[in-house]
């Protein structure tokens, strides 16, 4: 993946960078770690979120539903053949089996997830179901698709994408198991989102880790841990290493430190260091952080450089690179 690889080389590291349509620079993280502020606002994690977001700005313009906003735009790249961390398309697991996990939260505490599903093209959908239809919030593995087929959703034919298989192929020669994530197989697409009214939601989604033990769940579906979302704080969604993510239950962090206080950039900063404290072998882990507090600012670190995201409010969409601990 060139395109990858020469982003990474052209990281700028010492400030986050808004790359507007026009191609003009202009810098918007601010070094006391305070951001402007927007209300209605959209951040989605990677370049994926684009798209991602144009579509849940429509979403948020047209009807001011925040939890149709995060499940519409999430699903642009939930069918995205190109991107091989979201969707059906994904890179499979050891066996060859893309199983997929997600989570969708509303900002008064309801929520809905799944994790280890089969055959199932929109999982945010399914997450949403959960949150909506039943007294649980997560469904795993068979019971999810069990549900899944029972709330009326079309199973999907279990082949990989030509990509992926074409990748996959490539992988089982030597079979080797090691979980880099950004550079090749960076994960998930996050969403979270401020309505003019104040309410906020957030959606995560993935096919995980590629060539992960067949069974595998990193964070995306864990409330707390790759997505998290209160009204009366703000929002945070991670993206990457999903079992470094966990340790720190990350999302949940970063809402609790701004309760206390923290900016939103001051809080991812704090997440990542923590998770650089509790993980080891940390040169071969990324981990990216995104958050917003109630006013519309907002913040996002990683723990290595070449993680961006999304943004889009009133004044348009853009592509900004975040700054990293190393």
């Known amino acids: 993946m060139p395109d990858r690889r020469k982003f990474l080389k052209h990281s700028i590291l010492s400030t986050a960078i808004i790359l507007p349509f026009s191609g003009k620079a202009i810098s918007l993280i601010k070094s006391n770690g305070a951001s402007d502020a927007y209300k209605p606002l959209i951040l989605s994690t990677w370049e994926h979120g684009m798209p991602a977001n144009e579509r849940a700005w429509e979403v948020l ?57 089969r055959q199932v093209k929109h999982p945010i959908s399914l997450a949403r179901k959960v949150m909506e239809e039943t007294p649980h919030v997560l469904l795993a593995g068979e019971g999810a698709r069990q549900f899944a087929i029972a709330q009326g959703f079309p199973m999907e034919k279990e082949a990989l994408s030509p990509k992926a298989e074409m990748m996959y192929q490539e992988w089982k020669k030597t079979a080797t198991y090691k979980p880099i994530i950004n550079i090749e197989n960076h994960d998930t697409i996050g969403m979270i989102a401020l309505g003019e009214d104040g309410k906020m939601a957030g959606s995560c989604t993935t096919s995980g880790l590629a060539y992960k033990m067949h069974g595998r769940v990193g964070d995306s579906p864990i409330i707390g ?102």
Not at 83 to 110: C, F, H, K, Y
Not at 247 to 253: A, V, Y
Request: negative net charge.
């Open 225 to 326: 841990a790759g997505l998290y979302v209160d009204d009366e704080v703000g929002a945070a969604t991670a993206t990457g290493l999903g079992e470094s993510i966990i340790r720190i239950n990350g999302s949940f962090l970063i809402v609790e430190l701004m309760r206390q206080g923290r900016t939103p950039q001051e809080a991812c900063e704090e997440a990542v260091r923590r998770l650089i404290s509790k993980n080891k072998n940390i040169s071969d882990i990324q981990a990216g952080f995104l958050a917003f507090n109630k006013e519309g600012a907002y913040g996002a670190y990683s723990v290595q450089p070449g993680f961006n995201f999304a943004c889009h409010h009133q004044k348009g969409g853009n592509l900004l690179d975040a700054k990293s601990k190393f």
């Open 61 to 117: 313009k047209e009807s001011g539903n925040v939890v149709d906003a995060v499940e519409e735009g999430v699903k642009v790249t939930e069918l995205d053949m190109d991107n091989l961390s979201v969707g059906l398309q994904g890179l499979p697991d050891r066996e060859g089996i893309p199983t997929l996990d997600a989570s969708i939260m509303m900002g008064d505490g309801s929520c809905g997830a799944v994790a280890f599903v």
